[in-house]
Nanobody
């Protein structure tokens, strides 16, 4: 499985961006997906997370009310709508997926390469 992110870029404070993550591959079933970010000099942190079956979500306190995570299961695609962006949201954003490999019946954790989000003040 390959995860490919897109949608990052440079935006002014208060602006919006929409990130996408597409899962490519075959013979797999996605259990959960999430967005993480790593700001310069900081550890990677969870931004938002969504379960496949229930669609339940959870968010980091720092983004609640501003970010919205969603999925299109038919397209194996996850989105992160980011509104009211702040300079402290500047980071590389990574897509993550917990996937069941249907051939070997094993859960595998996959990561995308990341997409840069820069918010100017």
């Amino acid at each position: 499985v390959q995860l490919v992110e897109s949608g990052g870029g440079l935006v002014q404070s208060g602006g919006s961006l929409r990130l996408s993550c597409v899962a490519y591959g075959s013979s797999f079933s996605i259990m959960t997906m999430g967005w993480y970010r790593r700001a310069p000099g900081k550890q990677r942190e969870l931004v938002a997370h969504i379960k496949s079956g229930s669609g339940s979500t959870n968010y980091a306190d720092s983004v609640k009310g501003r970010f919205n995570i969603s999925r299109d299961n038919a397209k194996n695609t996850m989105y992160l709508q980011m509104n009211s962006l702040k300079p402290e949201d500047t980071a590389v954003y990574y897509c993550n997926a917990n996937v069941v490999d249907l051939i070997i019946d094993t859960v595998i954790d996959y990561w995308g390469r990341g997409t840069q989000v820069t918010v100017s003040s």
